[in-house]
């Protein structure tokens, strides 16, 4: 199963970054008040990216956790195709 890194943006234009095999049923379910925390306080959210398919979970969330770290406008390059 392919996974994929997405990032999603709140109505209050905060970035939200997670995983999974399908990011436009996540984004539902996000906007459902079923998934986080963030979701649920700051909904609702768009997709504004989505990764390349990863192989596998593992691989997904290293780059999750990687992209956690970076500023919001190494994001928003990441988002406009301007970053790798």
Same mark, same amino acid.
């Given at each position: 199963m392919n996974w994929f890194? =997405?990032?999603a943006e709140?109505? $209050? @234009?905060? =970035?939200y970054v997670g995983i999974s095999p399908d990011p436009t049923q996540r984004m539902f379910l996000h906007n459902e008040g079923k998934g986080s925390l963030m979701a649920r306080q700051q909904g *609702?959210? @768009?997709l504004v990216y989505q #990764? @390349? *398919?990863f192989a596998n979970k #593992?691989?997904?969330r290293k780059r999750e956790i990687q992209i956690k @770290?970076? $500023?919001r406008e190494k994001k928003l390059k990441l988002i406009r195709g301007q970053w790798s």
């Open positions: 890194v =997405y990032i709140a109505a $209050t @234009k905060h =970035y *609702p959210f @768009k #990764s @390349k *398919p #593992s691989e997904a @770290k970076w $500023t």
